[in-house]
């Protein structure tokens, strides 16, 4: 198959520049499983957007200060100042924001300085990403294939990128050859026992971009969502932050609202540091989200999708107290770009959670990730309309493998999961990251699939589990000083 772009992908950075790139030229969205199967779809709190000029500078200084002093400032201010000109965009494509007299309704969200989160109740991504993927569908320009999983990107006589090869519907292997590819994977949660990320998220297009040769920085920066929905099934729900931003408290198992103990800004201090807390206290017993001081009026209307899923697991939001974890969440990392998307990769683009443009540094601010997708994108196209013309189509090379069985595999990986919390999880120490290296190459070795040896989806998602959970303890061996998400006891 052949294609002027590529994108891999259908969350919110790759459908944007989809639905611009369509405009220049024939385009192919490539997405794992389902088109609307992304970290998108599950994001809950909302946008963080200025408030107008005057807070351009706030927003930029609480980045940086999250991100513990390692942002590239260019990155951040240009993700700042391009935010209305993208939260517009969005509003004119027909994705609802919550409005009030003077324009967007804005609540609070930890390491923010002030309310500027704009949001659709608490299923803003959700909003998102249906409104991306029907207009996806509606453009004649582009196609998508689902159930299109990546197997790894196709490096032409140059070195530059030529496309992609796919494992499609886990039973024949494409190729597609095109001008440009735009990675656009998402992130890597599902590499740890415990984690917010829905099961597509394995980190896939990491691993495909490290053997491809792009890149990476910042590795080791893994950010933990402090609180996740704690039931006996290990559900990946994500407890929004924005409802410690509407006033609720952490409590642990003695009754105890503890936070004040870790920070100065209590439930409201940046999410490494409650994070961390909560894993702490949940050494010794459980720790609870408490929101029973709102009514249950309030809580219906204002987190309908979060009180129904509490109510599945018999937990009322406003007369219960609700279990909760920290759990891997956001890849602060990934493949280095600059500030248009060009990875070190001629004619590869690195867009959204999977791409590293600096914005995040040790410690991503609440809802600043999918602004930066949003922004990041649009540069990615606006780089892209001024290339494409003078780029001829190089035939991308074929893979052969056979397709084989997923019930004739090994399962690795919850060994790779557990060994990841355990080891590389939000506490480390040297000991326990060489031990995970030591045993996550062994993984990777009997993982690695060869023309001999027949492929599935399942396997090779092991392979990239395999290799990802690498990067990632490998970056954190290196980085001997604690650092944001990432925590040495030594």
Known sequence: METDILVIGSGIAGLSLALKA????????????????????????????????????????????????????????LMVKKAHDRINELSEWGVKFEKEKGGFKRTLEAGHSVPRIVFNVDATGRAIEHKLVMLARENKNIRILEDSMLIDLAIGTSGSCVGASFLRENSFIQTISAKLTILATGGLGQIYEKTTNPHVAAGDGFAAAFRAGAKMENMEFVQFHPTKLDVPSNHPFLISEVLRGEGGTLINWKGEQFMQRYAKEGELAPRDVVARAIYIESQNGSVYLDMTHKSEEFLRNRFP??????????????????PVTAAAHYM??????DLKGNSSIPNLYVIGEVACTGVHGANRLASNSLLEGMVFAH????????????????????MVFSIGDSKDT?????????????????????KGLKDAIDMLGKMDFKAKPSISKSINSKSLEDWNMAQTSLLVARAALKRKKSLGCHFRTN
Request: with cysteine; aromatic share 4%; net charge positive.
């Open 379 to 398: 540069e990615a196209y606006l780089d892209a309309k001024g290339k494409i013309g003078k780029l001829a189509l190089e035939k991308a090379p074929e």
């Open 332 to 337: 602060c990392g990934g493949v280095k770009t």
């Open 410 to 430: 090994a399962n690795p990986r919850q060994e790779i999961k557990k060994l990841m919390w355990e080891k590389v999880g939000l506490v480390r120490n040297e």
């Open 22 to 77: 369509s405009k220049i030229g024939q385009v192919v969205v490539a997405t794992k499983k389902a088109a609307f199967d992304s970290n998108t779809a599950e994001a809950q709190g909302g946008i963080a957007i200025p408030v107008g000029k005057a807070d351009e500078k706030k927003h930029i200084e609480d980045t940086l200060k999250a991100g513990r002093g390692i942002c590239n400032e260019k990155a951040v201010a």
């Open 305 to 322: 999708t979060i009180y129904a899923k509490c109510l599945g697991f018999d937990l009322d939001l406003a007369h219960d107290k609700i």
